[in-house]
């Protein structure tokens, strides 16, 4: 199976920060990584898919990068509303895992 | 518009079975692959499985390999996931997905969530 490894598992930040998330997969998985932001009590919600392209409707300071083993989530921009648990998750066969997830918490 | 409607709130016992429905609405059943993820509380989220409502071909995680079943009606436009042999570690939220095959195949629509609890 393909594991997959974020960092940091929490993240203290401010409004209007720049900040960062990494995801680390166990074998190449090209682009076919997608990123989930969850709030309390709510399904996750997609952001980001093949790595790099923004679901319609999330915000443009979300973005994607990556391929192969390394993939990064930034947001540009910290809003209040950002404030929750990001995933990311491989889909390069049909074992689909995640990440073990990052929570992104106020400083 | 597009959604997932799952059905509510379960409480079973040790070695019981569930069976938790997942209702699609607003596009074409049989076009998208259903996928069932669980997260118990305070953790992370945990794929199970899927199932292709046209075929009725599903793929499982190996943890759940000979515990979990995956169906559907198409004429009601339902998929459903039974997992067997229940113990307090499968306690958790049980969300259904769907999936594009082609193009995004990753999981765009989300079901609200059933929660699972089991307990003696």
């Known amino acids: 199976d393909i594991q997959m490894t974020q960092s940091p598992s929490t993240l203290f930040a401010s409004v209007g920060d720049r900040v960062t998330i990494t995801c680390r997969a166990s074998?190449?998985?090209?682009?076919?990584l997608a990123w989930y932001q969850q709030k309390p009590g709510k399904a996750p919600n997609l952001l980001i898919y093949k790595a790099s392209t923004l679901e319609g409707g999330v915000p443009s300071r979300f973005s994607g990068s990556g391929s192969g083993t390394e993939f990064t989530l930034t947001i540009s921009s910290l809003q209040p509303d950002d404030f929750a648990t990001y995933y990311c998750q491989q889909y390069h066969s049909y074992w689909y895992t995640f990440g073990q997830g990052t929570k992104l918490e106020i400083k | 518009q597009v959604q997932l409607v799952q059905s509510g709130a379960e409480v079973k016992e040790p070695g019981a079975s569930v069976k938790v429905s997942c209702k699609a609405s607003g596009y074409t059943f049989t076009s998208f692959d259903i996928n069932w993820v669980r997260q118990a509380t305070g953790q992370g989220l945990e794929w199970m499985g899927w199932m292709n409502p046209n075929s009725g071909n599903t793929g499982f995680a190996d943890k759940f390999q000979g515990r979990i079943t995956m169906t559907r009606n198409t004429s009601i436009s339902t998929a459903y996931m039974e997992l067997s042999s229940l113990r307090s570690e499968d306690t958790a939220v049980y969300y259904c997905?769907?999936?594009?095959?082609?193009?995004?195949?990753?999981?765009?629509?989300w079901g609200q969530g059933s929660m699972v609890t089991v307990s003696s």
């Open positions: 074998q190449s998985i090209s682009s076919w």
């Open positions: 997905a769907r999936r594009e095959v082609r193009g995004k195949r990753a999981f765009d629509i």
